[in-house]
């Protein structure tokens, strides 16, 4: 009676477990699913990335949502491919964010109307190499967190000096 009371629970309690182990594991994977853009601090502030934390770009010939880029461009500006369910980081609008169509059928993404691009030249994260290119056509930018083109910020600018006892500036 006591061994058939322990198998009982065995198969009652056992496979409960294994259920909360696969949830657990399955909540797991999903939190730690990369967003498909973020934002990175670099040299020009803020700018979107990819999940490999590379800095996007958008080429200043583009048509809203609609890429110029194919060939030898894209073998060098290779597209910022689609995932099938893009997760966006803090800071960027699910609304600017659309996935598009190429002219051979792949899905790109795209944000604020600007079909996004990696850069060969960048070889690691935080590299901005390609911001200013001039090639294929246009003008390569990153893009910042509203969708336009980043802009190296403003240096600051150091304090007046102090005027000295006698009225003039010390220096």
Request: with cysteine; proline share 8%; aromatic share 6%.
């Amino acid at each position: 009676m006591i061994r058939s009371r322990r198998a009982l629970i065995a198969l009652l309690v056992v496979p409960a477990l294994i259920v909360a182990l696969v949830a657990s594991v399955g909540a797991d994977a999903a939190k730690s699913k990369p967003k498909a853009l973020s934002l990175r601090s670099t040299s020009l502030g803020k700018v979107i990335v990819d999940k490999k934390k590379r800095t996007l770009y958008m080429l200043s010939s583009d048509g809203k949502n609609k890429s110029t880029c194919s060939g030898p461009c894209a073998s060098n500006w290779p597209p910022a491919k689609a995932p099938k369910n893009p997760r966006l980081g803090t800071g960027l609008k699910k609304g600017k964010l659309k996935v598009i169509t190429r002219s051979d059928g792949s899905k790109q993404l795209a944000y604020a109307g600007h079909p996004l691009y990696e850069f060969i030249g960048d070889s690691k994260p935080g590299d901005v190499n390609g911001e200013g290119v001039v090639a294929f056509g246009g003008t390569w930018h990153a893009v910042n967190r509203s969708g336009t083109a980043a802009k190296k910020p403003a240096a600051q600018s150091a304090p007046a000096p102090a005027p000295s006892p006698s009225g003039g500036y010390a220096y």
